[in-house]
């Protein structure tokens, strides 16, 4: 989806901006190990302030903040837009599985769309199939389509979340909580 590509991009950002700090604060330290030990510099330095250092080392992270916030914003209010959706789903989360209703449709008997979910025993896995991941009805969807999920509890709190789609929404009871979803590609994913 386009939210993970976001939230994979940011950490790409950032893990460049960390390994710059590190690198940095590394070189400084080292710096200092060297330059101040006894044998190097018997006589110590009286200075105890340096208006131009602090200012420095106090305004520098500031920028450096600033300057990660505002992808991260943006990313932010992505994850909650819900832009006019063509699919609602919604999703209730039982104690030991999830119930699926695709109110928008309707079958031959004019009646709404709706399963459950099983996790699959352990047992009765197939060669190839994933444990604890695997389900006996997959909720489908359709690429390039805006698809609101509404997600809600039944009995106790849930996480519907899928990571490869860069989504997590809690099901709480009497609560209904949104997410949207725009798959690019065809598969399965797993959550």
Known sequence: TPIMEGIVNLHHDLMFFLCIISIFVSWMLGRTLWHFERKQNPTPSSTTHGTLIE??????PALILL??????????YAMDEIISPAITIKTLGHQWYWSYEYSDYANEDGEIINFDSYM????DLEKGQLRLLEVDNRMVVPINTHIRIIVTGADVLHSWAVPSLGVKCDAIPGRLNQASLFIKREGIYYG
């Open 120 to 123: 699959v025993p352990e047992e």
């Open 67 to 76: 300057i990660i916030a505002v992808p991260s914003f943006s990313l932010l």
């Open 55 to 60: 200012i420095i080392w106090t305004v520098t």
